[in-house]
């Protein structure tokens, strides 16, 4: 079965940062592309940052960019999102998702992981 | 390109056809996709290239459009049907952009 399980999240102080995990199972992520996805409380959804099936490229949201970084574990089969200098508008759930293969739709997303950032 | 979709609440009664729209600020050709999302849920992905149903989506959800207008359609409103909807461009990007949803309410 195809799967991907978030972790990570938690509350942390403004300009703290939080490293997020997905771990896929029922397929290879590396041979995806694979995104995060975010959703602010009440609120829509909000692409995030995007990783290519070979690494590059790597693209970020301009209300992310310079603060956090997407990353690939082939051998855990595991994308991360190391979130730096967080502040409290960028709390959300967080989801990962893989596209279709064939169209940059997302298919699978995993049931994410809820980041608040609050002194 | 931003995504635009209305009405922003729809509220309709068990049984009735739904349509819901989505337009993009410039085209986006048929690279369109359609998610559905409950309380406390991930999206789902109901349909992509713009009309094409994603896999285990039952063919009461129809959706059609290219360019810049886009409807996604369900025949006969169930009641697992009441959620918010979101459409999505993936033909110019980054950034990938949403539509701010359409929530499906029962009348």
């Known amino acids: 079965e195809v799967e991907l399980v978030e972790s990570g999240g938690g509350l942390v102080q403004p300009g703290g940062s939080l490293r997020l995990s997905c771990a896929a199972s029922g397929f290879t992520l590396s041979t995806f592309e694979m995104y995060w996805v975010r959703q602010a409380p009440g609120k829509g959804l909000e692409w995030v940052s995007h990783?290519?099936?070979?690494?590059?490229?790597?693209y970020y949201a301009d209300s992310v960019k310079g603060r956090f970084t997407i990353s690939r574990d082939d051998a855990k089969n595991s994308l991360y999102l190391q979130m730096n200098s967080l502040r409290v508008e960028d709390t959300a759930v967080y989801y990962c998702a893989r596209d279709l293969g064939w169209h940059d739709a997302f298919a699978v997303w995993g049931q994410g992981t809820m980041v608040s950032v609050s002194s | 390109i931003v995504m635009t979709q209305f009405p922003a609440t729809l509220s309709v009664s068990p049984g009735e056809r739904v349509t819901l729209s989505c337009r993009a600020s410039q085209s986006v050709d048929s690279n369109l996709a359609w998610y559905q999302q409950k309380p406390g849920q991930a999206p789902r992905l109901l349909m992509y290239?713009?009309?094409t149903r994603a896999t285990g989506i039952p063919d009461r959800f129809s959706a059609s459009g290219s360019g810049t207008v886009f409807t996604l359609t369900i025949s006969s409103l169930q009641s697992e049907d009441f959620a918010v909807y979101y459409c999505?461009?993936?033909?110019?990007?980054?950034?990938?952009?949403f539509g701010g949803g359409t929530k499906v309410e029962i009348k």
């Open positions: 990783i290519h099936y070979s690494g590059t490229p790597i």
């Open positions: 290239g713009a009309s």
């Open positions: 999505q461009q993936y033909n110019i990007w980054p950034p990938l952009t």
